[in-house]
Each structure stands twice: as structure tokens, then as C-alpha cells.
């Protein structure tokens, strides 16, 4: 795997300004076939990148971190959109009930660990998922906060190559396509959710304010420890 890893730089050159079905397409059919999975939230943004992937392969892996804390309306959410979408390989991936009783038996750590919290609820499990494959797609951008400006569409972790088709889109963009394609919203959306995570965790967010800045908004916190600065 250290070989592909170093396949970042190349991969950037050759298509870090691609369109993102140009991205897919290749990582999807020629660079990793059968060794790539799409991770999602089934959050606020979801759709776009689903329905792209689905346009290419409906069974490519879709890895979804059920925490055991998210909102209802994000499950049924997932629900409806792996249906509409024609999903064929959903994998629902979370904390072991072992876990949960050991790290957070009353369901409070989100209150005042809430990095221990996304550990275990989140990070760990997904290490776990992503053996066996080299690498993942992620659909972050680089409008959704200050920490993401420089986003490459190609990155590398210590063990797999990430990959962020949507990176440069804009908020208007994912509404055009969204538009376009006529694809279900997430129903927090309306509600003034643009960033949704663990319910414990997401608040509203105000006009003008970054689109994650609903995220442990009491907390000096911006990422739950899946994502860390790009290696390349």
C-alpha cells in the first residue's frame, strides 16, 4: 500500500481540476476497482455525491458510521436516499455495543469528552471498515469552513489515499445540481441545519456563519478526528 500511497502527487497533477465525474469515474473503474468505498453521513449534502457515485456503480460500497447518536430524521434520511438511489451496498458501521458500555454507558461523554466520543463512536469504527480497501471518497468542500480552504481533491492518510471529487464546488453549485437531479433534501435542512452530525452535537446555524459552524458549537472543535490535515 505505501506505493499507492505515493501516487498522491501524481494523482493531483492529473486530475485535481477535473470535473467530478471525471474523478470518479477513473478512481472508481481504473484506479482502485473493488478497492475504493465512498464514506457518507447521509447529511446535508449527501445526495450529490451519492447520486454521482450510484451513476457509476449503484455497488460501490457506501460506508455510513452509525454513532448511535444521530438524529431520526438522518436515518430515515438514509433510508429513503440508499432507496432512491438504487444503493446496492450500504454497510452500516458503528461503536460495539462492548464500547458503548465501557466508554459512554449513560450517553453523556458528548457533553464533556466530545473527542473521546467521536473516538469511539466514529474514528475507530471506520478504521475498522476501510481494511481491505486502499482508498475512500469523501464529499467535504472547501466553502464548508476555514479549515478546509485548501483541500486537495487527492490526499493521503497513513494508510489509504482520500480522495474529494467535490472540493472545489460551492455552496451553488451542489444547489444547481441538487436542483437538476431533483434529489430528496435532508429534512433538518429546512429547519436551518446545513451541517449535520450526532444530534448531541448539532445546532442551527446562523445567517452569515460558516456552514459547520453548528458543530460542538460549545467547544473548541471543528473536526471529529476522521479528517486531519492532508498528508501529499
Known amino acids: 500500500m505505501t506505493r499507492s500511497l505515493d501516487l498522491v502527487p501524481h494523482l493531483q497533477r492529473r486530475l485535481g481540476f477535473a470535473p467530478p465525474a471525471q474523478v470518479l469515474s477513473a478512481a472508481l473503474r481504473e484506479l482502485f476497482p473493488k478497492r475504493?468505498?465512498?464514506?457518507?453521513?447521509f447529511g446535508a449534502e449527501s445526495a450529490v455525491l451519492l447520486h454521482m457515485v450510484a451513476a457509476i456503480d449503484p455497488a460501490t460500497?457506501?460506508?455510513?458510521?452509525?454513532?448511535?447518536?444521530?438524529?431520526?430524521?438522518?436515518?430515515?434520511y438514509r433510508d429513503r436516499l440508499a432507496s432512491h438511489l438504487?444503493?446496492?451496498?450500504?454497510?452500516?458501521?458503528?461503536?460495539?455495543?462492548?464500547e458503548v458500555a465501557r466508554l459512554?454507558?449513560?450517553r453523556s461523554r458528548a457533553t464533556w469528552d466530545p473527542d473521546g466520543c467521536c473516538a469511539f463512536r466514529k474514528v475507530?469504527?471506520?478504521?475498522?471498515?476501510?481494511q481491505g480497501f486502499d482508498a475512500w471518497?469523501?464529499?467535504r468542500k472547501r466553502f464548508q469552513a476555514a479549515t478546509r480552504l485548501d483541500l486537495p481533491v487527492f490526499e493521503r492518510d497513513a494508510t489509504h489515499i482520500?480522495?474529494?471529487?467535490?472540493?472545489?464546488?460551492?455552496?451553488?453549485?451542489?444547489?444547481?445540481?441538487?436542483?437538476?437531479?431533483?434529489l430528496p433534501p435532508h429534512p433538518l435542512v429546512a429547519q436551518g441545519f446545513s451541517s449535520i452530525g450526532c444530534a448531541p452535537c448539532t445546532s442551527i446555524v446562523?445567517?452569515?456563519?460558516?456552514?459547520?459552524a453548528g458543530r460542538w458549537r460549545a467547544f473548541d472543535k471543528v473536526e471529529c478526528g476522521i479528517h486531519l490535515p492532508p498528508q501529499r
Do not use: C, M
Open 36 to 41: 475504493i468505498a465512498v464514506v457518507s453521513s
Open 61 to 76: 460500497p457506501v460506508l455510513f458510521i452509525d454513532t448511535g447518536r444521530h438524529f431520526d430524521e438522518t436515518l430515515a
Open 104 to 106: 459512554d454507558a449513560d
Open 86 to 98: 438504487g444503493l446496492a451496498d450500504l454497510r452500516n458501521i458503528g461503536p460495539t455495543a462492548d
Open 137 to 139: 471518497i469523501t464529499g
Open 206 to 212: 446562523q445567517p452569515g456563519e460558516d456552514p459547520r
Open 124 to 130: 475507530a469504527p471506520l478504521e475498522r471498515a476501510l
Open 162 to 182: 482520500k480522495i474529494n471529487p467535490l472540493a472545489s464546488w460551492s455552496a451553488a453549485d451542489i444547489a444547481g445540481y441538487v436542483a437538476t437531479h431533483q
